[in-house]
Protein backbone atom coordinates (compact mmCIF):
# COMPACT_ATOMS: atom_id res chain seq x y z
CA UNK A 1 0.00 0.00 0.00
CA UNK A 2 1.00 4.02 -0.47
CA UNK A 3 2.80 5.30 2.38
CA UNK A 4 1.40 8.28 4.22
CA UNK A 5 4.53 10.06 2.69
CA UNK A 6 4.30 8.89 -0.73
CA UNK A 7 0.77 9.55 -1.11
CA UNK A 8 1.10 13.32 0.22
CA UNK A 9 3.85 14.24 -2.44
CA UNK A 10 1.97 12.45 -5.45
CA UNK A 11 -0.97 14.94 -4.50
CA UNK A 12 1.51 17.57 -4.11
CA UNK A 13 2.88 17.10 -7.73
CA UNK A 14 -0.20 15.69 -9.38
CA UNK A 15 -2.88 18.13 -8.07
CA UNK A 16 -1.16 21.18 -6.08
CA UNK A 17 -1.99 20.04 -2.62
CA UNK A 18 -2.57 16.98 -0.26
CA UNK A 19 -5.87 17.34 0.81
CA UNK A 20 -6.18 15.46 3.73
CA UNK A 21 -9.26 13.60 2.41
CA UNK A 22 -7.52 12.97 -0.72
CA UNK A 23 -4.43 11.50 1.60
CA UNK A 24 -6.76 9.12 3.24
CA UNK A 25 -8.40 7.86 0.04
CA UNK A 26 -5.24 6.78 -1.40
CA UNK A 27 -3.76 5.07 1.53
CA UNK A 28 -5.83 1.99 0.96
CA UNK A 29 -4.27 1.62 -2.52
CA UNK A 30 -1.51 -0.04 -4.21
CA UNK A 31 1.00 2.87 -5.55
CA UNK A 32 -0.03 1.98 -9.53
CA UNK A 33 -3.86 2.22 -8.29
CA UNK A 34 -2.94 5.78 -6.39
CA UNK A 35 -1.34 6.90 -9.67
CA UNK A 36 -4.59 5.56 -11.82
CA UNK A 37 -6.97 7.30 -9.04
CA UNK A 38 -5.11 10.62 -9.74
CA UNK A 39 -5.20 10.22 -13.73
CA UNK A 40 -9.09 9.70 -13.37
CA UNK A 41 -9.97 13.25 -14.70
CA UNK A 42 -13.13 14.18 -16.68
CA UNK A 43 -13.41 13.94 -20.00
CA UNK A 44 -15.01 17.42 -20.26
CA UNK A 45 -13.38 20.02 -17.62
CA UNK A 46 -16.11 22.62 -18.92
CA UNK A 47 -15.07 26.25 -19.32
CA UNK A 48 -15.53 29.85 -18.32
CA UNK A 49 -18.25 32.13 -19.37
CA UNK A 50 -17.54 35.41 -19.49
CA UNK A 51 -19.51 38.40 -18.35
CA UNK A 52 -17.82 41.30 -18.79
CA UNK A 53 -17.27 43.14 -21.92
CA UNK A 54 -13.80 44.17 -21.91
CA UNK A 55 -10.98 42.32 -22.81
CA UNK A 56 -8.73 42.73 -19.66
CA UNK A 57 -12.01 41.86 -17.66
CA UNK A 58 -12.36 38.68 -19.52
CA UNK A 59 -8.85 37.62 -18.86
CA UNK A 60 -9.15 37.85 -15.46
CA UNK A 61 -12.29 35.81 -14.85
CA UNK A 62 -10.31 33.40 -17.57
CA UNK A 63 -7.17 33.55 -14.56
CA UNK A 64 -9.97 33.26 -11.92
CA UNK A 65 -11.57 30.12 -13.30
CA UNK A 66 -8.82 28.36 -14.01
CA UNK A 67 -6.84 29.32 -10.08
CA UNK A 68 -10.23 27.97 -8.69
CA UNK A 69 -9.96 24.89 -10.58
CA UNK A 70 -6.93 24.13 -9.86
CA UNK A 71 -7.48 24.49 -6.31
CA UNK A 72 -10.91 22.86 -6.01
CA UNK A 73 -11.66 20.35 -8.91
CA UNK A 74 -11.91 16.81 -7.69
CA UNK A 75 -9.27 15.34 -9.92
CA UNK A 76 -7.14 18.18 -10.81
CA UNK A 77 -4.04 17.11 -12.89
CA UNK A 78 -5.62 17.78 -15.84
CA UNK A 79 -4.85 21.70 -15.00
CA UNK A 80 -1.85 20.70 -13.80
CA UNK A 81 -0.97 19.23 -17.00
CA UNK A 82 -2.54 22.48 -18.71
CA UNK A 83 0.24 24.64 -16.96
CA UNK A 84 2.27 22.99 -17.99
CA UNK A 85 1.44 22.79 -21.66
CA UNK A 86 0.57 26.66 -21.07
CA UNK A 87 4.41 27.36 -20.21
CA UNK A 88 5.46 24.68 -23.05
CA UNK A 89 3.28 25.72 -26.44
CA UNK A 90 3.10 29.39 -25.48
CA UNK A 91 0.86 31.82 -26.43
CA UNK A 92 0.66 35.18 -24.38
CA UNK A 93 -2.69 37.63 -24.18
CA UNK A 94 -0.60 40.86 -24.07
CA UNK A 95 0.10 39.51 -27.93
CA UNK A 96 -2.73 37.75 -29.10
CA UNK A 97 -5.18 40.36 -27.73
CA UNK A 98 -8.14 38.23 -27.08
CA UNK A 99 -9.46 36.64 -24.13
CA UNK A 100 -11.45 34.61 -26.18
CA UNK A 101 -8.74 33.06 -27.98
CA UNK A 102 -6.76 32.35 -24.89
CA UNK A 103 -9.53 30.23 -23.36
CA UNK A 104 -10.12 28.46 -26.63
CA UNK A 105 -6.32 27.73 -26.22
CA UNK A 106 -5.78 26.96 -22.45
CA UNK A 107 -8.98 24.97 -22.78
CA UNK A 108 -7.57 22.78 -24.92
CA UNK A 109 -4.32 22.30 -22.94
CA UNK A 110 -6.66 21.39 -20.39
CA UNK A 111 -9.30 18.79 -22.43
CA UNK A 112 -6.41 17.38 -24.30
CA UNK A 113 -3.56 17.45 -22.13
CA UNK A 114 -3.44 13.89 -21.54
CA UNK A 115 -4.64 13.14 -24.76
CA UNK A 116 -1.53 12.79 -27.52
CA UNK A 117 1.29 15.12 -27.98
CA UNK A 118 0.98 14.74 -32.39
CA UNK A 119 -2.84 15.80 -31.90
CA UNK A 120 -2.14 18.52 -29.42
CA UNK A 121 0.56 20.10 -31.52
CA UNK A 122 -0.85 19.65 -34.79
CA UNK A 123 -4.30 21.44 -33.13
CA UNK A 124 -2.99 24.36 -31.27
CA UNK A 125 -0.10 25.40 -33.97
CA UNK A 126 -3.94 26.24 -36.35
CA UNK A 127 -5.49 28.04 -33.03
CA UNK A 128 -5.55 31.13 -33.88
CA UNK A 129 -3.31 32.44 -30.25
CA UNK A 130 -0.66 30.86 -31.75
CA UNK A 131 -1.30 32.01 -34.96
CA UNK A 132 -0.88 35.11 -33.64
CA UNK A 133 1.43 34.79 -31.11
CA UNK A 134 4.47 33.24 -33.23
CA UNK A 135 3.37 35.26 -36.14
CA UNK A 136 2.08 32.66 -38.38
CA UNK A 137 -0.77 34.54 -39.64
CA UNK A 138 2.27 36.75 -41.76
CA UNK A 139 3.85 33.84 -43.12
CA UNK A 140 3.28 33.28 -47.02
CA UNK A 141 5.16 31.64 -49.95
CA UNK A 142 6.60 35.21 -51.32
CA UNK A 143 7.41 36.69 -48.01
CA UNK A 144 8.15 33.88 -45.13
CA UNK A 145 7.89 34.18 -41.31
CA UNK A 146 10.29 32.08 -39.88
CA UNK A 147 8.73 32.09 -36.43
CA UNK A 148 6.52 29.51 -35.57
CA UNK A 149 8.59 26.89 -38.21
CA UNK A 150 11.49 27.79 -35.97
CA UNK A 151 9.69 27.22 -32.30
CA UNK A 152 8.04 24.42 -33.44
CA UNK A 153 11.59 22.49 -33.87
CA UNK A 154 13.41 24.57 -30.90
CA UNK A 155 11.42 24.90 -28.23
CA UNK A 156 8.35 23.09 -28.88
CA UNK A 157 9.37 19.85 -29.92
CA UNK A 158 12.86 18.93 -30.88
CA UNK A 159 15.17 20.98 -28.74
CA UNK A 160 18.35 23.29 -30.03
CA UNK A 161 20.48 22.03 -32.22
CA UNK A 162 18.75 18.73 -33.96
CA UNK A 163 17.90 20.44 -37.28
CA UNK A 164 19.69 22.50 -39.35
CA UNK A 165 18.52 26.25 -41.60
CA UNK A 166 17.11 23.95 -44.42
CA UNK A 167 14.99 22.01 -42.35
CA UNK A 168 13.56 25.64 -40.91
CA UNK A 169 13.43 26.94 -44.36
CA UNK A 170 11.07 23.70 -45.11
CA UNK A 171 8.88 24.09 -42.20
CA UNK A 172 8.06 27.30 -41.93
CA UNK A 173 7.12 26.73 -46.31
CA UNK A 174 5.21 24.19 -44.99
CA UNK A 175 2.97 26.16 -42.81
CA UNK A 176 2.30 28.61 -45.12
CA UNK A 177 -1.12 29.68 -45.75
CA UNK A 178 -2.63 29.47 -42.24
CA UNK A 179 -4.40 32.92 -41.16
CA UNK A 180 -6.98 34.61 -39.41
CA UNK A 181 -9.33 37.13 -40.12
CA UNK A 182 -8.58 40.11 -37.80
CA UNK A 183 -12.23 41.46 -37.29
CA UNK A 184 -13.88 38.07 -36.48
CA UNK A 185 -10.60 36.44 -34.89
CA UNK A 186 -11.47 33.40 -36.88
CA UNK A 187 -8.87 30.86 -38.70
CA UNK A 188 -8.98 30.96 -42.30
CA UNK A 189 -6.49 28.98 -45.13
CA UNK A 190 -5.37 31.69 -47.29
CA UNK A 191 -4.06 28.88 -50.03
CA UNK A 192 -5.33 30.37 -53.46
CA UNK A 193 -8.58 30.13 -55.42
CA UNK A 194 -7.56 26.61 -57.98
CA UNK A 195 -10.60 27.90 -60.44
CA UNK A 196 -8.38 30.51 -61.60
CA UNK A 197 -5.30 30.25 -63.90
CA UNK A 198 -2.00 29.92 -62.51
CA UNK A 199 -3.57 30.12 -59.42
CA UNK A 200 -0.54 29.03 -57.58
CA UNK A 201 1.56 31.66 -57.93
CA UNK A 202 -0.83 34.37 -58.04
CA UNK A 203 -0.40 36.90 -55.17
CA UNK A 204 -3.49 36.06 -53.37
CA UNK A 205 -2.61 32.13 -52.86
CA UNK A 206 -0.08 32.27 -49.47
CA UNK A 207 0.95 28.91 -49.68
CA UNK A 208 3.89 26.70 -50.88
CA UNK A 209 2.86 23.37 -52.33
CA UNK A 210 6.09 22.30 -53.68
CA UNK A 211 7.57 19.15 -52.15
CA UNK A 212 10.44 19.89 -49.31
CA UNK A 213 13.10 18.21 -47.65
CA UNK A 214 12.77 18.64 -44.38
CA UNK A 215 14.55 15.79 -41.60
CA UNK A 216 16.14 13.50 -43.89
CA UNK A 217 12.29 13.09 -45.93
CA UNK A 218 10.48 14.49 -49.01
CA UNK A 219 6.90 15.66 -47.46
CA UNK A 220 4.06 17.53 -49.45
CA UNK A 221 4.22 15.27 -52.21
CA UNK A 222 0.44 15.84 -53.09
CA UNK A 223 0.24 19.50 -54.24
CA UNK A 224 -3.69 19.78 -54.67
CA UNK A 225 -5.11 22.29 -53.38
CA UNK A 226 -7.30 20.03 -50.54
CA UNK A 227 -4.07 18.65 -49.30
CA UNK A 228 -2.75 22.02 -48.55
CA UNK A 229 -3.70 22.77 -44.95
CA UNK A 230 -2.03 19.28 -44.03
CA UNK A 231 1.24 20.13 -45.31
CA UNK A 232 2.21 21.93 -41.87
CA UNK A 233 1.05 19.53 -40.07
CA UNK A 234 2.78 16.75 -42.08
CA UNK A 235 5.82 18.27 -40.46
CA UNK A 236 4.77 17.42 -37.32
CA UNK A 237 3.67 14.04 -37.84
CA UNK A 238 7.11 13.65 -39.24
CA UNK A 239 9.16 14.74 -36.75
CA UNK A 240 7.10 12.65 -34.40
CA UNK A 241 7.88 9.81 -37.00
CA UNK A 242 10.19 8.83 -39.54
CA UNK A 243 12.21 12.13 -39.49
CA UNK A 244 16.25 11.99 -39.10
CA UNK A 245 18.64 14.28 -37.32
CA UNK A 246 20.47 15.55 -40.08
CA UNK A 247 24.00 15.08 -40.33
CA UNK A 248 24.69 19.20 -40.61
CA UNK A 249 22.72 19.57 -37.15
CA UNK A 250 25.19 21.01 -34.47
CA UNK A 251 23.87 18.71 -31.91
CA UNK A 252 26.47 16.26 -32.52
CA UNK A 253 25.70 13.54 -30.61
CA UNK A 254 22.04 13.66 -32.26
CA UNK A 255 22.71 12.96 -35.60
CA UNK A 256 21.19 10.82 -37.88
CA UNK A 257 19.09 9.94 -34.97
CA UNK A 258 15.81 9.52 -35.17
CA UNK A 259 13.55 12.32 -34.44
CA UNK A 260 11.12 10.49 -32.66
CA UNK A 261 13.44 9.65 -30.26
CA UNK A 262 14.71 13.12 -29.93
CA UNK A 263 11.56 14.53 -29.58
CA UNK A 264 10.17 11.97 -26.96
CA UNK A 265 13.43 12.55 -24.71
CA UNK A 266 13.04 16.51 -25.20
CA UNK A 267 9.15 16.48 -23.83
CA UNK A 268 10.33 13.64 -21.03
CA UNK A 269 13.40 15.83 -19.29
CA UNK A 270 10.61 18.88 -19.72
CA UNK A 271 8.12 16.67 -17.87
CA UNK A 272 10.40 15.68 -15.57
CA UNK A 273 11.55 19.32 -14.50
CA UNK A 274 7.99 19.93 -14.48
CA UNK A 275 6.97 17.23 -11.81
CA UNK A 276 10.16 16.05 -10.40
CA UNK A 277 12.55 19.03 -10.26
CA UNK A 278 15.41 17.39 -10.15
CA UNK A 279 17.62 16.38 -13.07
CA UNK A 280 16.56 13.30 -15.12
CA UNK A 281 18.12 10.21 -13.92
CA UNK A 282 19.38 8.42 -17.64
CA UNK A 283 17.70 5.22 -16.79
CA UNK A 284 14.45 7.35 -16.26
CA UNK A 285 15.22 9.65 -19.11
CA UNK A 286 15.28 5.62 -21.07
CA UNK A 287 12.16 4.74 -19.82
CA UNK A 288 10.24 7.48 -20.61
CA UNK A 289 11.45 7.80 -23.77
CA UNK A 290 10.31 4.54 -24.51
CA UNK A 291 6.93 4.61 -23.69
CA UNK A 292 6.37 7.49 -25.40
CA UNK A 293 7.55 6.16 -28.54
CA UNK A 294 5.98 3.07 -28.14
CA UNK A 295 2.76 4.77 -27.30
CA UNK A 296 2.83 6.85 -30.29
CA UNK A 297 3.44 9.44 -28.45
CA UNK A 298 0.16 9.19 -26.51
CA UNK A 299 0.85 11.36 -23.09
CA UNK A 300 -1.55 9.40 -20.34
CA UNK A 301 0.86 6.27 -20.40
CA UNK A 302 3.91 8.62 -20.57
CA UNK A 303 2.60 10.48 -17.64
CA UNK A 304 2.02 6.94 -15.99
CA UNK A 305 5.33 5.69 -16.72
CA UNK A 306 6.90 9.02 -14.79
CA UNK A 307 4.18 8.98 -11.83
CA UNK A 308 5.31 5.57 -11.45
CA UNK A 309 9.20 5.57 -11.59
CA UNK A 310 10.66 4.91 -8.00
CA UNK A 311 12.91 7.74 -8.13
CA UNK A 312 9.95 9.93 -8.20
CA UNK A 313 9.34 8.91 -4.85
CA UNK A 314 13.26 9.43 -3.82
CA UNK A 315 14.06 11.97 -0.84
CA UNK A 316 15.67 14.45 -3.33
CA UNK A 317 12.75 14.60 -5.53
CA UNK A 318 10.37 14.77 -2.68
CA UNK A 319 12.46 17.38 -1.47
CA UNK A 320 13.61 19.32 -4.44
CA UNK A 321 11.13 20.98 -5.87
CA UNK A 322 10.03 25.07 -4.96
CA UNK A 323 6.36 25.75 -5.96
CA UNK A 324 5.66 27.97 -8.29
CA UNK A 325 4.17 31.27 -7.53
CA UNK A 326 1.46 29.47 -9.59
CA UNK A 327 1.55 26.52 -7.17
CA UNK A 328 2.02 28.99 -4.06
CA UNK A 329 -0.87 30.77 -4.72
CA UNK A 330 -2.82 27.91 -5.21
CA UNK A 331 -1.79 26.38 -1.78
CA UNK A 332 -3.32 29.70 -0.54
CA UNK A 333 -6.23 29.70 -1.99
CA UNK A 334 -6.84 25.96 -0.48
CA UNK A 335 -5.68 26.67 2.80
CA UNK A 336 -8.05 29.52 3.07
CA UNK A 337 -11.20 28.12 0.84
CA UNK A 338 -11.51 31.82 -1.00
CA UNK A 339 -12.18 32.21 -4.58
CA UNK A 340 -9.57 32.96 -6.86
CA UNK A 341 -12.05 36.16 -7.73
CA UNK A 342 -12.12 37.36 -3.63
CA UNK A 343 -8.40 36.36 -3.41
CA UNK A 344 -7.33 38.85 -6.73
CA UNK A 345 -4.37 36.77 -6.69
CA UNK A 346 -3.03 37.90 -10.50
CA UNK A 347 -0.99 40.79 -9.67
CA UNK A 348 0.36 38.93 -6.42
CA UNK A 349 1.28 36.43 -8.84
CA UNK A 350 3.08 38.79 -11.10
CA UNK A 351 4.91 40.33 -8.17
CA UNK A 352 6.49 36.62 -7.31
CA UNK A 353 7.10 36.08 -11.47
CA UNK A 354 4.65 34.18 -12.58
CA UNK A 355 1.43 35.54 -14.48
CA UNK A 356 -1.21 33.35 -16.11
CA UNK A 357 -1.99 34.09 -19.68
CA UNK A 358 0.92 36.06 -19.83
CA UNK A 359 4.71 34.22 -19.64
CA UNK A 360 7.42 36.48 -20.12
CA UNK A 361 8.66 34.88 -23.64
CA UNK A 362 8.94 32.05 -26.12
CA UNK A 363 10.60 30.11 -23.81
CA UNK A 364 7.92 29.69 -21.16
CA UNK A 365 8.48 30.04 -17.36
CA UNK A 366 11.31 28.68 -15.50
CA UNK A 367 11.19 26.56 -12.70
CA UNK A 368 12.18 25.72 -9.36
CA UNK A 369 15.21 27.61 -8.17
CA UNK A 370 14.47 30.23 -10.44
CA UNK A 371 12.13 31.60 -7.59
CA UNK A 372 14.57 31.37 -5.15
CA UNK A 373 15.76 35.34 -4.32
CA UNK A 374 15.31 37.90 -2.23
CA UNK A 375 12.85 39.91 -4.36
CA UNK A 376 10.88 37.02 -5.18
CA UNK A 377 10.62 36.12 -1.58
CA UNK A 378 10.02 39.67 -0.39
CA UNK A 379 6.87 38.96 -2.88
CA UNK A 380 5.50 35.89 -1.16
CA UNK A 381 5.48 38.02 1.93
CA UNK A 382 3.39 40.20 0.83
CA UNK A 383 1.39 37.80 -0.97
CA UNK A 384 1.26 35.95 2.47
CA UNK A 385 0.15 39.37 4.32
CA UNK A 386 -2.70 40.18 1.84
CA UNK A 387 -4.13 36.56 2.31
CA UNK A 388 -3.94 36.87 5.47
CA UNK A 389 -5.80 40.13 6.07
CA UNK A 390 -8.69 38.76 3.21
CA UNK A 391 -8.94 36.28 5.65
CA UNK A 392 -9.57 38.41 8.64
CA UNK A 393 -11.89 40.89 6.88
CA UNK A 394 -14.56 40.77 9.92
CA UNK A 395 -11.73 39.69 12.54
CA UNK A 396 -11.40 42.80 14.82
CA UNK A 397 -15.72 43.61 14.92
CA UNK A 398 -17.37 42.33 17.65
CA UNK A 399 -18.15 38.45 16.69
CA UNK A 400 -15.12 38.53 13.89
CA UNK A 401 -13.75 35.67 13.02
CA UNK A 402 -11.02 34.02 11.38
CA UNK A 403 -11.85 32.16 8.05
CA UNK A 404 -9.80 29.28 6.65
CA UNK A 405 -10.40 26.59 4.42
CA UNK A 406 -11.76 23.89 7.07
CA UNK A 407 -13.83 26.59 9.46
CA UNK A 408 -13.13 29.64 11.61
CA UNK A 409 -11.34 30.71 14.78
CA UNK A 410 -13.45 33.71 16.56
CA UNK A 411 -11.40 36.63 18.35
CA UNK A 412 -13.16 35.41 21.62
CA UNK A 413 -11.32 32.17 20.97
CA UNK A 414 -7.73 34.19 20.89
CA UNK A 415 -8.82 36.48 23.54
CA UNK A 416 -9.20 33.71 25.62
CA UNK A 417 -5.77 33.14 25.50
CA UNK A 418 -4.96 36.40 27.69
CA UNK A 419 -4.07 36.63 30.90
CA UNK A 420 -6.04 39.80 31.46
CA UNK A 421 -9.14 37.82 31.26
CA UNK A 422 -10.97 34.94 33.53
CA UNK A 423 -9.10 32.68 32.21
CA UNK A 424 -5.91 31.56 34.42
CA UNK A 425 -3.73 34.09 35.04
CA UNK A 426 -0.41 34.74 33.47
CA UNK A 427 1.62 33.96 30.37
CA UNK A 428 2.54 30.47 31.36
CA UNK A 429 -0.42 29.31 32.63
CA UNK A 430 -1.88 30.11 28.81
CA UNK A 431 1.44 28.60 27.18
CA UNK A 432 -0.81 25.56 26.08
CA UNK A 433 -4.00 27.00 25.08
CA UNK A 434 -1.70 28.87 22.10
CA UNK A 435 0.04 26.00 21.68
CA UNK A 436 -3.42 24.49 20.70
CA UNK A 437 -4.58 27.71 18.86
CA UNK A 438 -1.37 27.31 16.42
CA UNK A 439 -2.28 24.04 15.74
CA UNK A 440 -5.58 24.62 15.29
CA UNK A 441 -4.89 27.34 12.32
CA UNK A 442 -2.85 24.25 10.74
CA UNK A 443 -5.37 21.71 11.51
CA UNK A 444 -8.13 24.36 9.80
CA UNK A 445 -5.96 24.81 6.50
CA UNK A 446 -5.33 21.21 5.84
CA UNK A 447 -1.51 21.51 5.75
CA UNK A 448 0.55 19.18 6.98
CA UNK A 449 4.13 20.52 8.71
CA UNK A 450 7.09 19.49 10.41
CA UNK A 451 7.96 19.12 14.21
CA UNK A 452 10.99 22.34 13.52
CA UNK A 453 7.98 24.42 12.02
CA UNK A 454 5.45 23.39 14.84
CA UNK A 455 8.19 24.42 17.05
CA UNK A 456 8.72 27.91 15.86
CA UNK A 457 4.39 28.70 15.62
CA UNK A 458 4.44 27.32 19.34
CA UNK A 459 7.49 29.68 19.77
CA UNK A 460 5.59 32.91 18.40
CA UNK A 461 2.36 32.01 19.78
CA UNK A 462 3.63 31.88 23.54
CA UNK A 463 5.79 35.20 23.17
CA UNK A 464 3.60 37.00 21.72
CA UNK A 465 0.39 39.25 23.23
CA UNK A 466 -3.24 38.14 22.47
CA UNK A 467 -3.63 40.97 19.76
CA UNK A 468 -0.57 39.12 17.71
CA UNK A 469 -1.96 36.02 17.52
CA UNK A 470 -3.89 36.63 14.67
CA UNK A 471 -0.52 36.75 12.78
CA UNK A 472 0.15 32.74 13.05
CA UNK A 473 -2.07 32.82 9.66
CA UNK A 474 0.82 34.99 7.91
CA UNK A 475 3.77 32.88 9.20
CA UNK A 476 1.93 29.43 8.35
CA UNK A 477 1.72 31.07 4.71
CA UNK A 478 5.21 31.53 4.84
CA UNK A 479 6.68 28.10 6.52
CA UNK A 480 8.98 26.21 4.29
CA UNK A 481 6.30 23.71 3.75
CA UNK A 482 3.82 26.03 2.28
CA UNK A 483 7.07 27.07 -0.11
CA UNK A 484 8.37 23.02 -1.30
CA UNK A 485 5.83 21.29 -3.37
Known sequence: MVTRADAAHLLRRT???????????????????????????PANPGSVTFTQSANWQRGQELVHY?????????????????????????????????????????????????????????????????????????????????????????????GVGNYTERDVEANTAAWTGHGDQWDTDEYVWRGGDPSRPNWRERSDNWHDYRPKQFLGRTINNDSSYAAGPDHGPEAIRTILGNGIVPVGATNVANRKRPTRDVAAEFISRKLWTFFAGTPIPDDVLDDLRDTAVANDFAIRPWVRALLLRPEFYSTGVKRGLVRSPVDYMVALLAATGLASAQATPAWLMQGMGQALLYPPNVSGWKHNGYYISASAFDARVQAARQMMWRTQRTYWDEGGVIRLAGGTISKAEVEATSPWTNQPAGRAENAARRRALADKMVQLMQIDIGDSTRAALHAFASASEWWELNDLVGLIFMCPEMHVA
Open 66 to 158: WLDRMAYAERPLQEKLALFWHGHFVSSLDKVEDAHLMREQIDLYRRDGLGNLRDLAIAMSTQVAMLRYLDNNQNKRTSPNQNFGRELMELFLL
Open 15 to 41: EFVARPARVDALLQMTRDEAVDDVMAV
